[in-house]
Each structure stands twice: as structure tokens, then as C-alpha cells.
């Protein structure tokens, strides 16, 4: 068993993620789950006999329970509230290929490939733990999966969250049998046509491994550990924004003072606030200061990011806490000879998470969109001109500059906003009542992950907004408006990216590359 994620020292052996990381029951960390996600990294099996030894010892046991007491639940009973129906033993081995086949009714869009990749590793990590009473060979087929980028097609709707993701796990364990679709190779195509040609046969999953496939939290957490990634670049993100905000609207640089946030000890807070006096170089007093005390949300900008930043610790515990457990239904302790029945299926940590994350990052979002609507705003900006519109002469009459990107900012942070209503509190009765406290945590990671995807949306908005509030701001500063070094090398890579918005011009196909930029973290953000 491993030590809680809070406990965990530095020293504690973990996992490369651009390189191999070697499944051993050993811990994983979120950005193991990334670079698998993004194939940076490799994924193998450990080839220590006793990781083999205690996997296959599991297998064993159960086939011991069958031949000797006959009754163990999802092995000879049936599923759920059917637990009191007694399978013959002529049928043991078909349940679950019925487990998986009735469980094939999901809809909606599917995962994307990097969160199936993730997906796929998750499952593993936990099958892995060695108390799922499943084969070595099931372990292969997982990995195989993943080294070979054989990728279920898995519909993102359809889980409660309790007993797991066992709708879209059932599209799992089927194409580990060589069943319904995968995307591989840049195409869909059968699970059975992209398994030979790897030389990969079908599975036929023995007792009890169906349920250690589908009952588990694997959909979730992986979509938990992305989004994690994500926010925490937003977080960066959304500071340096804020940092070049400051500057475009002629603020003041010494409301993130160094003795002001000493009286205010929220770790995270304080890591805002210092990071925007490295931007800044706030030590010395502002120049040309308009107001006394900017508005808030460029005074308040390290309160509001600084949430996030101090809820970051907690949500990587929960998150590798899960990644890392055993989570199926029962588990299968061969060494003391135990059947454990429970409910480590249940989401509920990763749900309260990502209903947590979204709201944290739904706020960089709000944030954000005030700044801009006082950046555009010729009453509040200080000198720029209205709507941060470059032209001059007689077209400055027509054009309009950024008025309409700050109309689609608005409504991506509405949307944003609206979709913070947290998934854990919305729990349904399910299955004749047995499943009738649910989690929804799959939910709540899928709309943590649409929050963040608007969130992008709006930052990106911001990077041209900055770009050009900075530019027209240099036009009218006698000094020329001189920053630090790491905001003029950042300015000058939007400045190849963005032309200055003179005469109007359609954005959309910016605003995509800079959602690609962010997407892959172009820009390197403070190393504290």
C-alpha cells in the first residue's frame, strides 16, 4: 500500500514523464498521466517476477473461491441488485461478456485521443495494485493498447460515477475481446482488424474481469488529471495577463507589495503576488499613476487567482490518491485470502475536485473579462482609445477594433459561470435502488473540462487585447513604456503572432493558433 499523497516524501521514487514509465503497483503521478495522454512518454510492464507472481497469484485465488465456495458476487452472482441471482457454473464464463455487452449504451461525443490514452493508463495503474483478482494477461492487453495507440472509442455520456465508469469502461473491456470500434492510425475501424495487425489476439476475460475493467473511477480520474494540467497553466496564465493588464491600463504596480501580502498568509495568494512583482518590477514606485487604487480586478487579481493556486495541493492528494487506489467491487486480497466487498468505486472525491476546479477556474474566466472590459473601454483605460482600435485619420470612424471580441468574451464567461453548478449534490437512485447514492463525478470532470475550455477561449482573447493595449500604450509613453525582460521577450512572440489590429479584421483564426500556443504551454511561466 502506499502513503496518502500528503505524507509522500521528495525522496519517493517516481516515474519520468517524457521518457518510460514502468507499471509496478507503483505510484503515478498526474504528469505521468499527461505525457502517456500526449505520447511523451512509454508505458511497460514491470518485468519483476514478483509484480508477475502477486498478479497472477490474484487470478488464482479467484478460480480457488469458485471451484471451493461457489459464490463470490460478479463472479457466480449476478451484477448489482442481482446480486441474489445464483449463476450456473455452466455460464460463469459468459457473464462477463454480458456484463460488457449491456453496458454498450453510451452517447454523446467520444473521449479525444488523449483522454482515452489516459484513460487506458488510469486503468491500468489501478488494475495494477494487485487487488482485482485479474490475469497477467489482461495487464499485456491494456499496455498493448496503449503502446500500439489502439483507442477505444469511448461515448463520453452515460456514468453516474458509482459503481464507476461502467458505461464507457464497457467499451474498454470490449475491445480488449476485439469488439465494437477503436480510432487507430488516423481512422476508425473494427477492434478485431487493428488487434491482429499487431498480432494481438482477443481476450476472453476470465471470472471477475469484467467487473475489475468497468467498476472503477478510470474515466474521471483521467479527465481529473488533464484537466488539473490545464488549470494550473491557466493559473500562470491568467497572472501574466493580469501583469501585462496592469501595465496597458497605466496601473498600479504596488498593489501586490511585498508587506501588503506578508499580512494575508494564504500560500497561493502570496505566490500570485510575488509572481506579478517579478513581472512588474514592482519595487520601485509606478509612474504616470491615475488612480489611487485600480479597480478590482486588477487589485484583487492575486485574490482571485490565488484561490486556485492554494486549492492546487489539495486537488493533486485527491486526484493521485484515487489514480493511485484500487477501485473496483469486490477487491481480492490473495496473500490474507480475503473477498472485500465495498465501494471504492465510488467518485466521490474526484467529483467535489472537479466541481471545486471548475469553480476556481471559472473565476480566472470572470477575472479576465472585467480586465478586458476596462481595457477597451476608453472611459476606464486611461488614454487608449475606444475599443483598443489602432486606426487613425478618417477610417478611425469605421473601425471598430476589438468590440466584438469583448461581446464573445462576455459570452464565453457566461457559459462558463453558468456551468459551475456543482454535479456531486445532483446524485440519482439507479439499478432498483442499489446504486442509490451516486457520485456524478464523471459529470463534473466533463464540465470541469468545458469550463476550461472557455476559460482558454477567454485568455486568449486577453493575449490580443494585451498585445494590443501594450502596443498603443507604447505609442503614448514618453519612456516608451519599458518592461521587465520576461514581458518583453513574451510581447515580442505575440507580437510576431498577432499584426497590430489597425483596420478591422476577422480574429477567429488567431484566436485558434493562440488556443494552440496555450494548449501546448508556449510560453514557460514562472518557475515558482
Not at 163 to 171: F, N, R
Not at 192 to 214: S, V, Y
Not at 407 to 417: C, D, G, R
Not at 506 to 520: G, K, N, P, S
Amino acid at each position: 500500500m502506499h502513503p496518502p499523497a500528503n505524507e509522500r516524501s521528495e525522496s519517493m521514487a517516481v516515474s519520468d514523464p517524457t521518457g518510460e514509465i514502468v507499471i509496478d503497483g507503483s505510484w503515478l503521478r498526474i504528469e505521468d498521466v499527461v505525457a502517456v495522454a500526449h505520447r511523451r512518454a512509454t508505458v511497460r510492464l514491470a518485468d519483476s517476477a514478483g509484480f508477475r507472481r502477486r498478479i497472477e497469484r490474484g487470478a488464482e485465488f479467484v478460480d480457488r473461491l469458485i471451484r471451493e465456495d461457489g459464490e463470490v458476487y460478479g463472479v457466480s452472482t449476478g451484477y448489482g441488485d442481482s446480486c441474489t441471482v445464483n449463476i450456473p457454473p455452466a455460464l460463469i464464463a459468459e457473464l462477463p461478456h454480458q456484463l460488457y455487452a449491456y453496458h454498450g449504451c453510451g452517447l454523446g461525443e467520444m473521449l479525444s485521443p488523449e483522454q482515452t490514452r489516459a484513460v487506458l493508463l488510469v486503468r491500468l495503474c489501478s488494475l495494477a495494485q494487485g487487488m482485482s483478482g485479474v490475469s497477467w494477461a489482461l495487464l499485456a492487453q491494456l499496455q498493448a493498447l496503449i503502446e500500439h495507440d489502439i483507442l477505444p472509442l469511448i461515448p463520453a455520456e452515460g456514468s453516474v460515477g458509482a459503481s464507476g465508469d461502467l458505461t464507457p469502461l464497457s467499451y474498454v473491456a470490449a475491445v480488449l475481446c476485439g469488439e465494437r470500434e477503436v480510432w487507430h492510425q488516423g481512422r476508425r475501424r473494427d477492434a478485431a482488424e487493428a488487434l491482429a495487425e499487431h498480432g494481438l489476439t482477443p481476450l476472453r476475460l476470465r471470472p471477475k474481469e469484467g467487473l475489475a475493467i468497468m467498476n472503477g473511477t478510470a474515466v474521471m480520474t483521467a479527465l481529473a488529471a488533464l484537466a488539473f494540467e490545464r488549470a494550473d497553466y491557466l493559473s500562470r496564465l491568467s497572472t501574466r495577463i493580469t501583469a501585462y493588464n496592469v501595465l496597458a491600463s497605466a496601473g498600479n504596480a504596488h498593489h501586490y507589495d511585498l508587506t501588503l501580502f506578508a499580512a494575508k498568509p494564504h500560500p497561493g495568494l502570496q505566490r500570485v503576488a510575488a509572481r506579478l512583482r517579478a513581472d512588474l518590477a514592482s519595487d520601485r514606485p509606478p509612474r504616470n499613476e491615475q488612480r489611487l487604487q485600480d479597480r478590482y480586478s486588477l487589485r484583487c487579481a492575486p485574490h482571485v487567482i490565488g484561490v486556485l493556486e492554494d486549492a492546487l495541493p489539495w486537488l493533486r492528494s485527491a486526484i493521485e490518491n484515487e489514480l493511485n487506489s484500487a477501485n473496483d467491487n469486490p477487491l481480492i486480497d490473495a496473500e490474507q485470502e480475503m473477498v472485500l466487498h465495498g465501494g471504492h468505486f465510488y467518485g466521490g472525491h474526484i467529483a467535489f475536485a472537479m466541481d471545486s476546479l471548475k469553480n476556481a477556474v471559472a473565476n480566472l474566466a470572470d477575472l479576465l473579462d472585467r480586465q478586458m472590459a476596462l481595457l477597451v473601454d476608453a472611459r476606464y483605460n486611461h488614454g487608449l482609445p475606444a475599443n483598443l482600435s489602432g486606426a487613425s485619420g478618417p477610417r478611425a470612424a469605421i473601425s471598430h477594433g476589438l468590440k466584438a471580441l469583448q461581446i464573445s468574451v462576455s459570452a464565453w464567461t457566461a457559459e462558463a459561470l453558468k456551468l459551475t453548478m456543482p454535479a456531486s449534490v445532483f446524485s440519482r437512485s439507479t439499478e432498483c435502488h442499489n446504486q442509490d447514492k451516486v457520485s456524478m463525478g464523471t459529470i463534473s470532470a466533463r464540465d470541469c473540462l468545458r469550463v476550461i475550455v472557455l476559460t482558454e477561449q477567454v485568455a486568449a482573447a486577453l493575449l490580443i487585447s494585451n498585445r494590443q493595449g501594450i502596443a498603443l500604450r507604447r505609442e503614448r509613453a514618453a519612456d516608451g513604456l519599458p518592461m521587465t525582460a520576461v514581458l518583453e521577450d513574451m510581447h515580442a512572440d505575440l507580437a510576431k503572432r498577432l499584426p497590430l489590429v489597425i483596420d478591422d479584421r476577422a480574429l477567429d483564426t488567431e484566436l485558434r493558433q493562440l488556443l494552440q500556443a496555450i494548449d501546448v504551454q508556449a510560453w514557460s511561466l514562472y518557475a515558482q
